[in-house]
């Protein structure tokens, strides 16, 4: 089974950032898109940053301009940044792994076979 482990949530102020990561260990695998996604209480995931094994990116509408994901293929760790942070952004976050090739990177939850437990982010006002 495919583990990949989220961290670098936590509290933050409007306006704030903070950076996630994604490990995977000996379960990386630079052939598959990765991407992350988010989920609030009470509303559905959401997919927020996708990116292919060309490191082409994709964003959702309420995260652009203001989140990156990027990645080390060397570490084996995917990354989001998120800079000017709102309240709206207060989710647990998950990071995922394709297992299709090719892969576009979007961002609906089935394209996606393995996914981390989430990290926390809170943004307060």
């Known amino acids: 089974q495919v583990r990949l482990v989220e961290s670098g949530g936590g509290s933050a102020q409007a306006g704030g950032s903070l950076r996630l990561s994604c490990t995977a260990g000996?379960?990386?695998?630079?052939?598959?898109?990765m991407a992350w996604f988010r989920q609030a209480p009470g509303k559905e995931r959401e997919g927020v940053a996708g990116?292919?094994?060309?490191?082409?990116?994709t964003y959702g509408d309420s995260v652009k301009g203001r989140f990156t994901i990027s990645k080390d293929n060397a570490k084996k760790i995917l990354y989001l940044q998120m800079n000017s942070l709102k309240p709206d952004d207060t989710a647990m976050y998950y990071c995922?792994?394709?297992?299709?090739?090719?892969?576009?990177?979007?961002?609906?939850?089935?394209?996606?076979?393995?996914w981390g437990q989430g990290t926390q982010v809170t943004v307060s006002s």
């Open positions: 995922a792994r394709g297992t299709s090739v090719p892969c576009s990177g979007g961002l609906l939850s089935s394209q996606y076979t393995y």
């Open positions: 000996k379960y990386w695998n630079a052939d598959y898109c």
């Open positions: 990116i292919t094994v060309t490191n082409r990116t």
